[in-house]
Structures are given as structure tokens and as C-alpha cells.
């Protein structure tokens, strides 16, 4: 082992063996090179006054080498902060700008334990960071019944850790907290559990009420106390878009001090939060018991940066921190979150006048991107095929029963149109098989 990684783990070790025994082999074997090209690089960047010959970069009247049909298309912005490799970690201004607005966001945080937020390639880049970090061969990692497809590739396929389901919804509709409670004590045999916690959920649109959300917290306690090293992650993709009344925070915070067993980790990003798909914006962040601690863990999160991708992308770090720190941000984003608030009051209103009540049901939906339809007489994927072919209308089958409606990308005045096109579909299929 590098004795820089001997080092990192005797850290945290020391600081939390029980973190230190949720490390993966591979988690146990990263660390982050202080010595070499980076390094070396940033030693001459602040004192080679007369000539740095040492990152590979090509500079030109003492900026950064570009093309004139690149930077004509981006003259708003000094090619300094769009050309040079951004560090590792990212950039420290959209790194402290996202610590602000995330602890102005969640008041939970406020004195709590936490670590600068380290960005990147977007919340999938920072899944499989988690995965690389803390799953490994039989690991169990716990989520629900409808989630999202990619867990199982990045944790599963990757890994080798083993997806532990449980169902969403309980028989009242509610978060099913028992179900997540009794999947986390299940594993006390492997000592070890990984809890992946997707609020608004992907697919359903789900978010838990507040009392639903201190039974989730209930929950993992509960396998902590029972001796259960449990690392806790939310994955907060959709966060801010709370349509209703439930919880309108991260339960990061919630998570960050509950117990020396639990880790909590924060993914997210401004991919959806500031509708920015393509820029691959993403952030990781610990909470811990010291600073020593969290130091140890982004060094390994940077070597595993260093090992993939090296840093991420500069230009949309950059154009995330310039609309971070602009005064119309704020108004701009409510604008955004209203237009997004009344598509889904309008699907919601659609659905409860009682019209479509013999071809589906709804799993409950209060936030972010979705909704699922739960069809009652027609299977799923051929409802999707045929409404592709017949009518132009795509949507998301999961299962035999259930349909995935994304109203983000609907207009509003296009949402009844949407549905009673689906429903047309239904009424096709049920046609066809009563012949």
C-alpha cells in the first residue's frame, strides 16, 4: 500500500473506525499524489515568477492559447477561467459558493460537521464515486423498489455490491420508513449497509412529509444502534423542486451527527437545480466528527478524480459560479421552479377529476421531475410501444404496470393533450384484446 493512502486510512481510522470499516479494498488503496506533476506544478505556479515550464498547457501573450471561434462565442468571460485545467477538487470560488447556498438552504446544517463540497462530472460522476469509495463485492446496497435504473449499473455491474430492495410506498401510500427500516437490519450479519436516499424520487416524484422523513432517519439509526455501519447517501438530484408540503430539506442534515456508525454523504448538483444538463456540474460532500477526518476523505475523492477523469470541465464550473453570483439569479430560479410548480398541480388536477380512474391510478407525487402512472388494464411496455408508433408519444415503462411521465418537459397548456392521449392508448390495447 502507498504509505500516502496508509496514511489517509490511519486517519480516519483514528478518527472513525467505523468509517474506516466502510471503505471498499479500493477505497482503502486511493490517495491523492502529493508529489508530482500536479504537485510540482502547483509549487511553480506560485513561485516560478519568470518561466513555468511545467503544466501542459500552451499560453500565448500571457493567457492561456484559444481560438478566436471559440472565445468569440464566449468573449463575457477571461480566458483564464475557461481554458486552464480546473484543480482536481474544482474551482474554489464555485466550491465555497455552493458550500453557501446549500447551508442557506438546508438550516439543519447550521453547526454541523461538514466538508467543502468537491465538484464533479455531474451526480452520476459522484454516485460512482461513493461506489468506488465504500462498495465492493457483496456489499448491500438498499433502495427502493422504483428508483432509478443507473444504481444498479454503478453500484451492481461496477461493484459488485448487491441491490437490497424494498418497497416505496407502504399500504397507506406513505414512505414505506418499516420497509427501509427492516432492509437495514437485515444485513447486521455483513455488519455494513448502503442506503441511497432520492428525494424527489426518480421515477415517482416523490417526497417524504416531515414526519416520514424522521422515520428514515428513525430507520438507519436504528441499524446503527444495532451495530450496522451504515453509509447514508441522498441524492439530491431534484432539490428544490417541493411542490407541496414535505420536506423541503436534505435530510444531509439530518444524517450528518447522527451516530458514529452512520456516514453521510450529499450528492448534488446544479444540473437540475439550476436546469443545466449538458454544463456536468456535480458536487460530493461529507459531514464527519473533524476537520482531520473530512481532509482524509477529499483527498481520497481526489485521487479517485485524478484516476478517472482527472478534474473536471472549466468552462461550466466558471458559467455556474457566474450565475451563482449574479443578483437575477434568485428571481430567475423562482420563475423557473413556478412554471415547473403548475405543470405539476395541472397533471395532479388532470388526474384526481376522476376520467382516466378506470385505465390507471397514481403512485403519490409532490415534487421534482415525474410522476407514475400505475395502469390497472393494459401492460406497460406495450402501452409505450404503441403510443410511440401510433400516436407519437413517448414515455417510460417500468415493470408490467407502471408508466413514467416526465411533465417537466410538457408545456403546460400540452399536459391535457398528453393524457388524453395516453389514455386513448389504453383504450387501443383494451380493444384489441376484447376482440
Same mark, same amino acid.
Not at 454516485?127 to 463485492?137: H, Q
Not at 441524492?235 to 420536506?247: N, Q, R, T
Given at each position: ?40 506544478? /502547483?509549487?511553480? *505556479?506560485?513561485? +516560478? ?5 511545467? =503544466?501542459?498547457?500552451?499560453? #500565448?501573450? $500571457? %493567457? ?106 407502504? /399500504?397507506?401510500? *406513505?414512505?414505506? +420508513? ?5 432492509? =437495514?437490519?437485515?444485513?447486521? #450479519?455483513? $455488519? %455494513? ?243
Amino acid at each position: 500500500m502507498h504509505p500516502l493512502a496508509k496514511q489517509l486510512n490511519e486517519t480516519i481510522q483514528r478518527e472513525n473506525p467505523h468509517v474506516y470499516a466502510m471503505l471498499s479494498e479500493l477505497g482503502k488503496q486511493i490517495y491523492f499524489p502529493k508529489e508530482g506533476i500536479l504537485s510540482q506544478s /502547483a509549487e511553480a *505556479k506560485a513561485k +516560478a515568477n519568470k518561466y513555468n515550464a511545467t =503544466i501542459g498547457t500552451a499560453l #500565448e501573450n $500571457g %493567457k492561456p492559447m484559444h481560438l478566436k471561434v471559440i472565445q468569440d462565442t464566449l468573449s463575457a468571460y477571461d480566458p483564464k477561467d475557461l481554458y486552464e485545467y480546473a484543480p482536481p477538487a474544482g474551482k474554489p470560488e464555485l466550491r465555497a459558493a455552493w458550500r453557501k447556498k446549500m447551508i442557506e438552504e438546508n438550516p439543519s446544517l447550521e453547526g454541523k460537521t461538514i466538508g467543502n463540497p468537491i465538484v464533479t462530472n455531474a451526480l452520476t460522476h459522484g454516485l460512482s464515486i461513493v461506489a468506488d469509495l465504500f462498495a465492493g463485492p457483496g456489499d448491500s446496497v438498499i433502495i427502493p423498489d422504483k428508483n432509478w435504473e443507473n444504481y444498479e449499473i454503478t453500484f451492481g455491474v461496477r461493484r459488485g455490491a448487491e441491490i437490497v430492495n424494498y418497497p416505496l410506498y407502504n /399500504a397507506d401510500n *406513505k414512505f414505506n +420508513a418499516e420497509g427501509l427500516r427492516d432492509a =437495514i437490519l437485515a444485513q447486521k #450479519e455483513k $455488519g %455494513k449497509a448502503i442506503v441511497i436516499l432520492n428525494f424527489p424520487n426518480n421515477p415517482t416524484g416523490y417526497t417524504p412529509l416531515v414526519e416520514e422523513g424522521k422515520q428514515i432517519v428513525a430507520a438507519i439509526k436504528a441499524g446503527a444502534e444495532a451495530g450496522i455501519n451504515v453509509v447514508a447517501v441522498t441524492d439530491d438530484a431534484y432539490f428544490g423542486l417541493f411542490f407541496e408540503d414535505s420536506l423541503h430539506e436534505s435530510l444531509f442534515g439530518a444524517l450528518s451527527d447522527l451516530h458514529p456508525r452512520v456516514l453521510a454523504v450529499k450528492v448534488d448538483g446544479a444540473t437540475k437545480e439550476e436546469y443545466v444538463w449538458g454544463f456536468r456540474v456535480g458536487f460530493i460532500t461529507y459531514a464527519g466528527q473533524s476537520d482531520a477526518f473530512l481532509a482524509a476523505l477529499e483527498q481520497k475523492t481526489m485521487g479517485m478524480i485524478r484516476s478517472t477523469i482527472s478534474s473536471g470541465p472549466h468552462p461550466s464550473q466558471t458559467f455556474v459560479l457566474h450565475a451563482l453570483n449574479a443578483p437575477e439569479f434568485n428571481a430567475q430560479k423562482q420563475e423557473k421552479f413556478s412554471i415547473m410548480k403548475r405543470r405539476a398541480n395541472r397533471v395532479k388536477e388532470l388526474l384526481d377529476s376522476g376520467k382516466y380512474d378506470g385505465a390507471w391510478e397514481y403512485y403519490p407525487f409532490n415534487s421534482g421531475y415525474f410522476m407514475c402512472l400505475k395502469l390497472k388494464t393494459v401492460d406497460a411496455e406495450s402501452l409505450r410501444v404503441h403510443l410511440l408508433n401510433e400516436y407519437g408519444v413517448g414515455t417510460i415503462a417500468l415493470g408490467e404496470t407502471d408508466l413514467r411521465v416526465a411533465f417537466s418537459c410538457i408545456e403546460e397548456e400540452q399536459i391535457d393533450d398528453l393524457f388524453e392521449l395516453i389514455y386513448r392508448g389504453v383504450k387501443d390495447l383494451e380493444n384489441v384484446a376484447a376482440r
